[in-house]
């Protein structure tokens, strides 16, 4: 096992003591595991190595450089949506061949920072972008290979805000309408349509949409190939959720697997695949020191240094993260909110939760947050994002340092 364990009544990092961690940087703090970042990695590779195939790193999970040198480092390639993705992702040694750039607002500066860098495919969600992109390369004499998103309209069962593959979503472009648009697309200057995409939404824990979608995008390829269109990959996008709840429940890439590859069978492609939260989410904790305990008619609260502009996930999507004292104390369990020092009452962390009551002082746990945690971050409240921390190998080292007021308004002119 990797990652975040329990021993002797006390929580640790590969064999890292999470007070220490604590101790050294300060909280909030994100406290990674290099270790469990490496063996989901590897999980995925093995699960599709039977079929060629690139596992681009949504960077949009976490982009924080050392992860990102970490997960380039095992082989991965990258799914970028922005020009800040592409220099990060660029910057961490990535081969520009191996980007993906996703994203349904890319900008001129950006789809030109894209041919210019030379990433390998952009994942296309309308005809008029690829209309500016035919523009933009055609001016710079190169092609571009272009991946088209499509929008199968599958409810993948998750969140409304994570759902994406729905007709009703901004995303992609309406699979009926893709071999029309193909047709059209083909005939423009410095265009290579090489492949199709969907993305039908995040935090999938219900495995049949993905693999029903990669059914209609397979179809549709083969339909494709069939008409002579040169493609050459399959992109099935990302969405594999986690078990927040930490029991495991059969969530995988190897289930994955098991559900998409049957799909694919014969079909002459490379299969691209874009997973942020299950690389990293799993391998990531926000550590929080508890400042005050205050009861009301209604309610305990228990009041952390960590809130809403840290981790933002339990406010806007009512995520549910586990939350657990790092040293083990045998206090009673009592129903808490547990929340932050933001003035919103939608700062919390945690409704209506079973908790050891801490003590003021005490060190508390949110877990499987490596993923749309920090990168999610905000200086709301003219909060100091948190430090980042990485343990690798038995040992720890900052990756990034708080932020200070000074970096809060450098930007002020
Ligand atoms: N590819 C595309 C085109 C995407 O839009 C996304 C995520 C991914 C890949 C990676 O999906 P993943 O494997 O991480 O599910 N902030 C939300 C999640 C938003 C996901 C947006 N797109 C959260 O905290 O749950």
Known sequence: MTGFERDGGVLRCDGVDLEEAAGRFGTPLYLY??????????????????????????????????????????????????????????????????????????????????????????????????????????????????????????????????????????????????????????????????????????????????????RELAELSRRLLDEGFPLRTIDIGGGLGVDYQGGGAGLGPEALAERVLPELQGLPLTLLLEPGRSLVAPAGTLLTRVLFLKRNRAKTFVIVDAGMNDLLRPSLYQAFHRIEPVRETGSPAQRVDIVGPVCETGDFLARDRELALPEAGALLAVRDAGAYGFSMASNYNLRMRPAEALVDDGTMRLIRRRETFEDLVRTEV
């Open 33 to 214: 595991s290099a270790a469990a970042i490496r063996e989901a990695y590897q999980r995925y590779d093995r699960a599709f190595a039977s079929v060629p195939h690139r596992i681009c790193y949504a960077l949009k999970a976490n982009g924080s450089g050392a992860l990102l040198r970490l997960l380039q480092g095992l082989g991965a390639g990258a799914d970028i949506v922005s020009g800040g993705e592409l220099q990060a992702a660029l910057r961490a040694g990535f081969a520009p061949e191996r980007i993906v750039f996703s994203g349904v607002g890319k900008t001129d500066e950006e789809l030109a920072a894209g041919l210019d860098a030379g990433i390998g495919e952009f994942n296309a969600e309308s005809e008029d972008e690829v209309q500016r992109l035919s523009a933009l390369a055609a001016a710079r004499s190169r092609a571009a290979r272009v991946t088209l998103r499509v929008n199968p309209d599958i409810d993948p069962r998750s969140h409304p805000y994570i759902s994406t593959g729905l007709r009703e979503n901004k995303f992609g472009v309406d699979i009926r309408e893709a071999p029309a648009i193909l047709s059209r697309l083909r005939a423009l200057p410095a265009i290579e349509v090489t492949g199709l995409q969907s993305h039908i939404g995040s935090q999938i824990t219900d495995l049949s949409p993905l693999a029903e979608a990669a």
